[in-house]
């Protein structure tokens, strides 16, 4: 691992575990999120979008991008971090899952420095 990709790497961490977390626990055990104001299919859909866009998004990060792919990964990272912070401020308004907010936001400041790695990035100081 390069010494920009550890970096990208650790980010991915959060969003890996707690993402993923949610997504099986929704999937596994959808009675324990159904009081979710907006129901266990759309958090599954919003966790699986988030943590499938982190995980190219870092990826696409870590090899160094330009251009047009690298608007549409940073716009997609963008979009990710925003769906995963309006899903915590849904914890917030649920009854007794307020505590899943606190892991949404941290999934969602994760996501935002995976894009500030993307937008720094370039296909000249990638991977080779």
């Known amino acids: 691992m390069t010494r920009r990709g550890l970096p990208i790497f650790l980010w991915l961490l959060g969003p890996l575990f707690e993402l993923g977390g949610l997504f099986l626990l929704s999937v596994g055990m959808p009675d324990a999120i159904e009081n979710v104001v907006l129901g266990p299919r759309v958090v599954q859909i919003i966790a699986g979008f988030s943590l499938v866009v982190a995980v190219v998004g870092a990826f696409f990060a870590w090899r160094g ?40 936001a941290q999934s969602a400041l994760s996501i935002a420095m995976i894009c500030r790695a993307a937008l720094k990035s370039s296909s000249k100081e990638g991977r080779r």
Do not use: N, W
């Open 65 to 104: 991008i330009a251009g047009a792919k690298r608007l549409i990964t940073t716009l997609a990272l963008s979009a990710a971090a925003g769906s995963t912070v309006a899903l915590g401020i849904f914890f917030i308004l649920s009854d007794g899952l307020a505590p899943f907010a606190v892991l949404m």
